[in-house]
């Protein structure tokens, strides 16, 4: 299956800092891709639709501000969380459709990214 | 709008019992199903699928079948392993390039 792949898995920060979170698709291209938040009792939220070229789509009640998402390429979405708030640590794990995922409406994940701001 | 029920967790099995997760759906036409598995620590991964009517997906041991008349898509194991331990998620996607909808997960502890 097409392969999504998330730098960094882990990172712990300071609050008031920025972090960066990058999503590849490493062997398809990816128009569209999903970031989600998986809170402590393993629910996902859908944050954003991140296209590529234009701006993010953000759900209701996630701040556009705070987390900003530039989707610059075919195969690279970011999500950056700025002025991190202990709040804010969290799993996110974004996801894209890809070759035969297109036609079943599959998704792929990438491995997430465990965000611990202190 | 679409919506994914599936039964509440944690559930806790003796190793080779039988599995269930029940997963129920609501969606406008005909979406594609899914089950997802995480494993601790792990993003989501594909377990199986089925994208139309009385289709069954399976995979390691696991199955689901596709069930319009009664909006289902439950999965089934009938021997579980301690390395099954895992929270699994149901999900549906409409046609086109829409984000999926999951369930809130089920978190499934094998025991030896």
């Known amino acids: 299956g097409a392969v999504v792949s998330q730098h960094p898995s882990r990172v712990i920060c300071k609050s008031g800092t920025s972090v960066k979170i990058e999503c590849r698709s490493l062997?398809?291209?990816?128009?569209?891709m999903f970031w989600y938040r998986q809170f402590p009792k393993q629910s996902l939220m859908l944050m954003a639709t991140?296209?590529?070229?234009?701006?993010?789509?953000?759900e209701q009640g996630v701040e556009k501000d705070k987390f900003l998402i530039n989707h610059a390429s075919l195969t690279l979405s970011t999500l950056t969380v700025t002025s991190a708030h202990p709040e804010d640590s969290s799993f996110y794990i974004c996801?894209?459709?890809?070759?035969?995922?297109?036609?079943?409406?599959?998704?792929?994940f990438g491995e997430g990214s465990r965000l611990t701001v202190l | 709008g679409n919506s994914v029920t599936q039964m509440e967790g944690p559930v806790t099995l003796s190793e080779e019992a039988f599995l269930t997760i029940n997963c129920t759906y609501t969606?406008?036409?005909?979406?594609?199903l899914f089950w997802y598995v995480q494993y601790p620590g792990e993003g989501l991964q594909l377990l199986l699928k089925?994208?139309?009517?009385?289709d069954k997906g399976s995979n390691k041991g696991f199955e689901a079948t596709y069930r319009k008349e009664t909006t289902s898509f439950h999965l089934e194991k009938g021997s579980v392993q301690v390395s099954d331990s895992a929270v699994y998620f149901c999900?549906?996607?409409?046609?086109?390039?829409?984000?999926?909808?999951f369930g809130k997960g089920t978190r499934l502890s094998v025991i030896a």
């Open positions: 999900a549906l996607s409409d046609q086109g390039n829409t984000p999926l909808v």
């Open positions: 991140s296209n590529e070229g234009s701006k993010a789509t953000y």
């Open positions: 969606a406008t036409g005909y979406p594609s």
């Open positions: 062997d398809f291209q990816a128009t569209t």
């Open positions: 996801s894209a459709r890809g070759g035969g995922g297109a036609n079943t409406g599959e998704l792929f």
């Open positions: 089925a994208t139309k009517a009385d």
